[in-house]
């Protein structure tokens, strides 16, 4: 897992490097290049699809979720409260003005992490701040939160938790053998009330 990550760290400083030297087409102030290059060797960018399923089902008012996959795979099955944006529209005027708006974590996902890694590298060029991304992309979010998970004879109590509210978040998107009900939260046991769900996730491919 640290190799794919980076491998495509090398690829990001590639794609850096080609930003910089390429003249920007946006008016907005671009980043110093040493900062933008350091920026790409930081983890700090990543959230896992644990925080991230923690904050929807809290109904988290700073969290924004970013959907770069193609509208016709938007419309299928999204987060809850995902927004759809093209990438190629992230530097757009509206696009930016809602990017700027302040007390949000913009997170970006697509199915996996390269189109999200190229969107969050646009934005950082651009100096827009609280620009994330949700390591894995769905299929990672679809793998470890819909998919069962199993409890290994010898998991810590810290794994038993974090189990236990993968399975209770399963339950909350999917519904599976399950009536709206509070379920503990893995880290601090407080309730969550589950009271919607979303469409049944497939996991997806490409980028």
């Not at 794609?15 to 350091?38: M, Q, S």
């Not at 790409?40 to 929807?56: A, F, G, M, N």
């Not at 093209?86 to 509206?94: A, C, I, T, V, Y």
Request: glycine share 6%; proline share 5%; charged share 20%.
């Amino acid at each position: 897992m640290e190799k794919k990550y980076t491998i495509l760290s090398v690829i990001l400083v590639i794609l850096a490097l080609g930003l910089v030297i390429l003249p920007g087409k946006n008016e907005r102030k671009e980043a110093d290049p040493k900062i933008l290059l350091g920026s790409i060797v930081e983890k700090s960018r990543y959230l896992s699809v644990d925080q991230i399923t923690h904050r929807i089902i809290e109904n988290d008012p700073t969290l924004l979720l970013i959907d770069l996959r193609p509208a016709d795979q938007f419309k299928t099955f999204a987060l809850p409260g995902a927004i759809n944006i093209q990438p190629d529209s992230l530097l757009s005027k509206s696009i930016v003005d809602l990017f700027t708006q302040p007390g949000k974590d913009k997170v970006l996902y697509a199915n996996a992490d390269l189109i999200s890694e190229q969107g969050w590298l646009m934005c950082t060029r651009y100096s827009l701040t609280r620009i994330y991304i949700m390591k894995g992309g769905l299929n990672e979010w679809y793998n470890t939160i819909i998919q069962t998970q199993v409890v290994k004879p010898t998991a810590s109590s810290t794994d038993l938790d974090l189990v236990s509210f993968r399975n209770a978040a399963r339950m909350y998107f999917t519904g599976a053998g399950n009536t709206p009900e509070a379920r503990p939260t893995a880290s601090t046991g407080e309730k969550i009330e589950v009271s919607r769900k979303a469409p049944a996730a497939k996991s997806g491919g490409g980028c």
